[in-house]
């Protein structure tokens, strides 16, 4: 019997599995990752140290008043002093010292009936520390609710607000809006407004520190606005139709920057007044000069008016005027 030779069934065997597998073959390989991960921040101003007008030296300095009324101080001179309401105490939470504002209604019993409130819409501790304004501790909101009931003519009063950033990025105050209603037409001309802002903890700027001014800002007719304590006030009549434009332009330095970089915040003061319409613009005026309009139209009556301040963040509409390499990389 011939004998097989084995190194030729070996050599079969291993051409038959190259035929059969086929041939591979392996390259080296890598790979390089680029992940870019995004987190929004968020765009946030909020209203804080609410209070009865002044809490503060420099707004408020002695011989300033708070309330005109035809009362208070010595000697019935007619005003409470600006310094009347002021804490003692470092409280951003509450709107007045305590025991001033029912000192106030006692002083004022034989006289008036006034009352008033200044309050936060749905509060919470504000979520960023900003300046001397503690996260979680300082009240802030983003809409105030002042009140007023059984105003007459010649009352004034004045309330004030800081407003604070406490998001991730500046701010800038665009435009302010005012929604009015009232119960007729003599309620919305006899009541009016004065809003005045100024920049705190800002580095000064060539212009000041103004950031925006009501009545200047419009350029009305005198008969527009009547004047109480030496200040203006814009009828609620005439900001029905005002035209946004000239507000928007009335604002500087409205910028608001982000802390902890900055302490920077803006403060707000708001007044509310009954025209004295000595001369029987409206009411009937006074025994020496009496005229023949019906002062109900002027008495039992509600007028609103709602403050809307607007935010854009601080780089709305500016535009940039050249690019980069990745423009290479665009649709056209």
Same mark, same amino acid.
């Given at each position: 019997?011939?004998?097989?030779?084995?190194?030729?069934?070996?050599?079969?065997?291993?051409?038959? %599995?190259?035929?059969?597998?086929?041939?591979?073959?392996?390259?080296?390989?890598?790979?390089?990752?680029?992940?870019?991960?995004?987190?929004?921040?968020?765009?946030?101003? %909020?209203?804080?140290?609410?209070?009865?007008?002044?809490?503060?030296?420099?707004?408020?300095?002695?011989?300033?008043?708070?309330?005109?009324?035809?009362?208070?101080?010595?000697?019935?001179?007619?005003?409470?002093?600006?310094?009347?309401?002021?804490?003692?105490?470092?409280?951003?939470?509450?709107?007045?010292?305590?025991?001033?504002?029912?000192?106030?209604?006692?002083?004022?019993?034989?006289?008036?009936?006034?009352?008033?409130?200044?309050?936060?819409?749905?509060?919470?501790?504000?979520?960023?520390?900003?300046?001397?304004?503690?996260?979680?501790?300082?009240?802030?909101?983003?809409?105030?609710?002042?009140?007023?009931?059984?105003?007459?003519?010649?009352?004034?009063?004045?309330?004030? %607000?800081?407003?604070?950033?406490?998001?991730?990025?500046?701010?800038?105050?665009?435009? *302010?809006?005012?929604?009015?209603?009232?119960?007729?037409?003599?309620?919305?001309?006899?009541?009016?407004?004065?809003?005045?802002?100024?920049?705190?903890?800002?580095?000064?700027?060539?212009?000041?520190?103004?950031?925006?001014?009501?009545?200047?800002s419009l350029n009305l007719d005198p008969s527009q606005y009547f004047t109480v304590g030496g200040v203006d006030f814009v009828r609620l009549s005439a900001l029905k139709n005002i035209d946004q434009n000239v507000i928007k332009n009335a604002i500087t330095n409205g910028e608001v920057l982000t802390s902890p970089a900055t302490t920077n915040r803006l403060d707000i003061f708001v007044g509310v007044a009954m025209d004295p319409d000595a001369e029987g613009v409206?009411?009937?005026?006074?025994?020496?000069?009496?005229?023949?309009?019906?002062?109900?139209?002027?008495?039992?009556?509600?007028?609103?008016?709602?403050?809307?301040?607007?935010?854009?963040?601080?780089?709305?509409?500016?535009? *940039?005027?050249?690019?980069?390499?990745?423009?290479?990389?665009?649709?056209?």
């Amino acid at each position: 019997m011939r004998k097989t030779n084995r190194k030729m069934i070996l050599g079969g065997i291993l051409a038959a %599995t190259m035929i059969l597998g086929g041939t591979g073959y392996a390259y080296w390989t890598d790979t390089l990752k680029v992940t870019a991960t995004a987190t929004t921040g968020d765009l946030d101003m %909020t209203f804080a140290d609410m209070g009865l007008y002044a809490q503060y030296r420099d707004e408020g300095p002695s011989g300033t008043w708070s309330i005109v009324d035809g009362v208070s101080g010595a000697g019935n001179r007619g005003w409470a002093s600006s310094e009347f309401f002021r804490r003692a105490n470092i409280s951003y939470n509450t709107i007045a010292i305590d025991g001033s504002v029912d000192r106030y209604y006692r002083d004022a019993q034989k006289y008036n009936n006034v009352k008033f409130d200044a309050k936060y819409a749905d509060p919470s501790g504000i979520k960023k520390t900003v300046g001397p304004y503690i996260k979680g501790t300082t009240q802030g909101s983003d809409e105030i609710q002042l009140d007023i009931q059984n105003m007459y003519p010649g009352y004034a009063q004045t309330f004030r %607000t800081d407003v604070l950033n406490v998001g991730t990025l500046a701010a800038k105050l665009s435009n *302010v809006t005012f929604d009015v209603s009232a119960d007729n037409d003599t309620a919305e001309n006899m009541i009016g407004i004065a809003v005045y802002s100024w920049q705190e903890d800002s580095p000064k700027v060539a212009d000041g520190s103004d950031v925006f001014k009501l009545v200047k800002s419009l350029n009305l007719d005198p008969s527009q606005y009547f004047t109480v304590g030496g200040v203006d006030f814009v009828r609620l009549s005439a900001l029905k139709n005002i035209d946004q434009n000239v507000i928007k332009n009335a604002i500087t330095n409205g910028e608001v920057l982000t802390s902890p970089a900055t302490t920077n915040r803006l403060d707000i003061f708001v007044g509310v007044a009954m025209d004295p319409d000595a001369e029987g613009v409206y009411t009937t005026g006074s025994v020496d000069n009496m005229k023949e309009n019906d002062d109900s139209l002027s008495q039992d009556k509600n007028a609103k008016v709602t403050i809307n301040f607007l935010w854009d963040q601080f780089n709305a509409g500016k535009e *940039v005027n050249t690019t980069n390499i990745l423009q290479r990389q665009n649709a056209d």
